[in-house]
């Protein structure tokens, strides 16, 4: 019944710019951390930058300086600016996203379906 939709993947050219954007909808009370992993081919799932509510955010050493996440909590949104992006930054990406459905629950973790983004030339 909760949803994460990820939209803005694509190709671009090395050097350039790509947004992504995540939108959960469903039953929601309240949604605590958002975060953005990458999934590379032949690699792990990694942790590429998160967000609490008061929008304290982290980003991995890989991304420091070129990435940047943002959340709207009052649209349940969480977007990942990316710039400078290298070939290496070629992955699926994949949004997540601590949801408490009802007052009271628990957090869980909801995922994204993923979004492909592909940089090279």
């Known amino acids: 019944q909760v949803q994460l939709l990820e939209s803005g993947g694509g190709w671009v050219k090395p050097g350039g710019s790509l947004r992504l954007s995540c939108a959960a909808s469903g039953r929601i009370n309240r949604i605590n951390d958002m975060a953005w992993y990458r999934q590379a081919p032949g690699k792990q799932r990694e942790l590429v930058a998160r967000i609490d509510r008061a929008h304290f955010s982290y980003n991995s050493d890989s991304v420091k300086g070129r990435f940047f996440i943002f959340r709207d909590n009052n649209k349940n949104t969480v977007d990942l600016q990316m710039n400078r992006l290298k070939p290496e930054d070629t992955a699926v990406y994949y949004c997540?996203?601590?949801?408490?459905?009802?007052?009271?629950?628990?957090?869980?973790?909801?995922w994204g379906q993923g979004t492909q983004v592909t940089v090279s030339s």
């Open positions: 997540k996203a601590d949801i408490e459905e009802m007052a009271g629950w628990q957090g869980r973790d909801y």
